[in-house]
């Protein structure tokens, strides 16, 4: 119990005093997943709004699909890209496996069937009303999309933050892409892991507890956009 105490007094330390390695492990992460979310959010908003406004043969299909990846066990996401970026890979020739950029490259497979579905929900909705005006100003599929990725802002961003959420806690497949390398690839979640092996609760705690804090504010930011989406408020 000592033990835990001191490393408890330790971390709260940690924090307040900003230490090195803490805020770079924690800035890694952050720009890691921010990447991986801006790219998500470039692939998955529009697709979620053709998915709303456009009828084609494999729609339902890929709704289904989409929704089906949502479940997908990120460490055979981390499998996936470790093959396609390994040496013997096809993409091995670039040189990316052991890098952020094949961490990036993890989080965005992951991310972008959550924010793709969760957008799609509301977007599917927001059409049904827009539906008519739309038709009857005889708009475009291109002005369809971009007047509901504009009307539907805040649930898209209520979807991506649900997609940030996702992509900060990741551990499994980020290990794998990644390798936890020392100043390089070492991020939140595997920091945890690996320092929690050494017996290092102190920086294992603070890692922690800034996850913690990232997780609760995320869920307030959601819960508080939901409630005003909900009101009609924009």
Known sequence: MGDVWDGLVQAVWLILSLDADLVEIAWRSLRVTGAALAIACVIALPLAALLAVQRFRWRRGTIAVLNALMGLPPVVVGLIVYVLLSRSGPLGVLGLLFTPTAMIIAQVIIIVPLIASIAHQSLR????????????MNATRMQRIGALLHDGRRALL?????????GIGEVGAIMVVGGNIDHATRVMTTAIALETGKG???????LGFIL???SILINLAIHALSRTETGGRW
């Open 125 to 136: 909705e927001l059409w049904a009303e827009y539906h008519d005006l739309l038709i009857s």
């Open 158 to 166: 209520t979807a991506a933050l649900a997609g940030f959420g996702r």
């Open 200 to 206: 290092n609760f102190a920086l294992a705690l603070a």
């Open 212 to 214: 913690i804090a990232l």
